[in-house]
């Protein structure tokens, strides 16, 4: 299928590795020019190179920049003035328990996974409207319906740049501009790395041991691949979408219990 968003502009967020790569890979495979954003810049040129070689002809830029910070977010759209598709992402709080979450801890949750979605939206909407065409897809979590005990920090702060999304998304969407969530839960990426080396320090257990545990908890029984975040997250962006908006469509291997 053709998605039909060939010579379009991307910008992604937190993408010199994991879901945010995955996304931009396979908007380029679509044809459309993708900026990468990190913090590294090493990082994000060795990115850059893996997507070219994955995509053959593909127009990739970088722009290194922290996105939690007015600075960043200023660089950020210095280097990419108009977008017409936003993906957002961002890494999110260690796992722990509410005697952690103090005053601090949730500005700094809000500060890495809600406000830089919200800044990225507010830049970029204007131009998506005037040009009546727009995709904005942010990488949210499975936590955001079905929290964890030890993951209220992440699923709060995901849950309200959900809220404000939702309100955006009511705005926009006769000017043809969707806002739309991708919730991930057990993906293969390094943050599943991060879980498992957790489960082997708390159980004592081999590498092997803890992948299969956390696939054990996984409906379908197995690890999702980041390309099928990512060509969720492309189709999402298509011209095909357009009347899909304010939606969150989770990518849990059928793990979620609820009706909606």
Known sequence: MDLGIAGRAALVAASSQ???????????REGVRVTLNGRDDARLAAAASSLREAVPGADVGWVAADLTTAEGIAAIVAAVPEADILVTNNAG???????????????????????????????????????????????????????????GLSASARAALTAVAKSISKEVAPDNVTVNQLLPERIDTPRQEFMARRRM???????????????STVTARRLGRPEELGDACAFLCSAQAGYITGQNLQLDGGTYEGLI
């Open 201 to 215: 320090e708390r159980d004592g257990i081999t590498r092997d041991e803890a992948y299969a545990a956390i696939a």
């Open 18 to 28: 994991g879901l945010g790569l995955a996304c931009a890979t396979s908007l380029a």
């Open 93 to 151: 709080p260690r796992p722990g328990g509410y005697e952690g979450w103090d005053a601090d801890a949730l500005h700094g949750a809000l500060a890495q996974n809600a406000i830089p979605a919200v800044e990225l939206m507010r830049a970029y909407l204007p131009g998506m409207r005037a040009r009546r065409f727009g995709r904005i897809v942010h990488i949210t979590s499975a936590m955001v319906k079905s929290p964890a005990a030890d993951m």
